[in-house]
């Protein structure tokens, strides 16, 4: 019995083999042709399957400068774009590698000497017919109707890279995970120490890891797009995104409408998550989206109950959420602690189901991790509110769903600490438990909104008594007298009553640092209030405040915004500015095609001269040389006559975190600040002028350099190519060939824009001398050099040793001695 059964397995196989080969023969010259191997055919190193539709291709590759084999799937058009990789960690060292469809129904990879290196770990089924790669480029096992479900797909194992209609997270049912592992570099398809995931507790939203690391997450699906990255919004028609609640999976993916490029996600072997679009006609990649884009996005950057704010360069990004504030650094030890952590300043008050706590506001965010948060779409925002109000351990609430519109529905509710808060735009809000003491005095001051009349007479009232008041302090020889102009002071009470007591209707704009509202004088005049935030503010900052507004008010220059007022009373440090209607630079020169087109080009260059003339007044046409750190479009007011109007000179140094010594934070505003200052801290006149000819550049070409500097990049290409006009915005009107004197101006301006972002500071003109090039078009200019050859270092000029340097320098310039 025995023996005739072994006999018969044995015949059995045989026959099985020969068939095998018998099909590998007749089907060898329809491998690489076709998209798919029936049972028994195999692939060699050379031979390929073509998905229908063409866009993929499966065969044997090897990665960059590595000789080493690999079986995997590329985009035909772009044979280097690798998106999945079977044997990644076991590489074939010759082209003797062969992928056989066994007859199992298994794929198995074999080298030269037919070992296993490889293999699809399917056990097999005898219905598995046919393994296929895919018009979406799956590469799929299933029984030969094509509608039926794969009995195995790569799509189920992904590499470094997520393509339309693949998923990321994680199949309740079966426990498995779908995740993305970057390559070890770009010669190794071997996993890397970079992942991506979905987070599945609280609501998904997709974490970047190093090794066990968070190190940026794209915050919560909002019901639209992932909560931190609004730019989806800008593709999410061509590529709509995906996310799956339900009992079998909670999964993440996209896919691509019809006639849509060619896309791709990959989790790069660099620690960046990408998103990636064909461009068929310059026959490149484009990158549409990439994480973390800044400062910010590091995971947890300014700790608990932290708040980042990309634009708050200047004073390193972190602040805490209103009610919390980052402790001065009292002991030496403390001083080289670079965590800042944040503390509550009043301790709640709940307990027993009785509170007097209540929530503040914290606008525009990219909410909190979620992964102990717990979640509940079923209910309103309100419903969210008075549970979070009931429970002692609720710290903040927000809405889970703002698909609806309105301020969203649903509830998440965090009770641990809330890490990784940031502004982005179109953010979110955040409602934050906090002490009855700690919140807006909203109600509290009714008795302040009388009737119009009476206000304004004690409005003038109280500017006249402030005004003496400020007079006689100064005269008792309080505050350096070298710079009072007598900027008035004026009372809380007074900023109470032009603003609305700080309604939420005349907020006009707010940052990490600030809020800034509209606020109506009595006789019709509008000011804009800039309200800093008491947590941000250093101690130090809070004491010299002051001094650092009468520095400020010295500074008068037509392109410079005007200090009208301050008050300094209590907790409260506040700025009072002419009001500028027309917003600031970036929001034309970035705008849409409208707002671009209400900057002609001579317009633009009388903005360029105008910004100029002022920086020049701020590094020593003043009588001082007051570097202004920040330059940005942002920065830049227009009045309504379009001439520009420098802010923000001088405020960012009082809110730097307290720090000395070597541990300082680089304060960075991506694409501004000169090589130099990212490199070594090293800040001088000579970065303000890189920050201009960046502002420059800007201005004529409508295209933002950002952190990876790519308009410096272009502009320098084109410098070099003779082709300097290809830099201006195209969305302009074309210049007419009628007009070879204004694009003879708009070249000029732009060499001039290419000396100031030369890498060496020597090589940068200092900023009189750029007001002259710009007001004297017929004079000669120097050729910019993209790497200049000498190194002049060491006459890097530096500030004149004036009296007042040590006031108008921040403490949180690096001390280079
Ligand atoms: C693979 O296919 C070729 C051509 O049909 C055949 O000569 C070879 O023996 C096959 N190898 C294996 C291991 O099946
Ligand atoms: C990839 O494409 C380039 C250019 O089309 C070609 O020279 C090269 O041989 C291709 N490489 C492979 C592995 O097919
Ligand atoms: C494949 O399987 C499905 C059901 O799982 C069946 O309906 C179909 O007939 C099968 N096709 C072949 C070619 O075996
Ligand atoms: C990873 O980033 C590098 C540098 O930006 C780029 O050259 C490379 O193509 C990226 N890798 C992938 C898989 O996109
Ligand atoms: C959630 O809880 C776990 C376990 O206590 C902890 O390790 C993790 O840091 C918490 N996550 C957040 C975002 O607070
Ligand atoms: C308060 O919230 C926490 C976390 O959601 C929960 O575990 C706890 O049961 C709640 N307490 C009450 C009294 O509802």
Redesign the pocket.
Known sequence: MRATSQLRVHLLLRLLLICFYLLSILTFAAAGVGDKLEKGQNLTDGDTLVSAGGSFTLGFFSPGASSKRYLGIWFSVSNATVVWVANRDQPLLDRSGMLVFNDLGSLVLQDGSRRTVWSSDFSGSASAAVVQLAYSGNLVVHNGSSDDASLWQSFDHPS?TLLPDMKLGKNLWTGAEWQLTSWRS?DDPAPGDHRRTLQTTGLPEIILWYLDVKTYRTGPWNGIYFNGVPEARGYADKYPLLVTTSAWEVTYGYTAAPGAPLTRV?V???G?A?R?EWDARRSTWSNLFQGPRDPCDDYGKCGPFGLCDPDAASSGFCGCVDGFSIPAATTPSAQTVKVTTCRRHAALDCAGGTTTDGFAVVRGVKLPDTQNASVDTGVTLEECRARCFANCSCLAYAAADISGGGDGSGCVMWTSAIVDLRRVDMGQNLYLRLAKSELDDHKRFPVLLVAAPLASVVIILLVIIAIWWRRKHTIMGAIPQKHSMAVPIVSLAVIKDVTGNFSETNMIGQGGFSIVYKGQLPEGRAIAVKRLKQSVLTTKGKKDFAREVEVMAGLRHGSLVRLLAYCNEGKERILIYEYMQKKSLNVYIFGNVNLRASLNWARRLELIQGIAHGIAYLHGGSGDNVIHRDLKPGNILLDDEWKPKIADFGTAKLFAVNQTGPEQTIVVSPGYAAPEYVRQGNMTLKCDVYSFGVILLETLSGRRNGGMQSLLSHAWRLWETNMIPGLLDTTMVPLSESEPELLSKLTRCIQIGLLCVQETPCDRPIMSAVVAMLTNTTSQIEHPRRRPPLDCEGSVPTYSSHGLETEVLSPTTIDLT
């Open positions: 470094d770009a990959v790069n072997y660099t960046k990408e990636w």
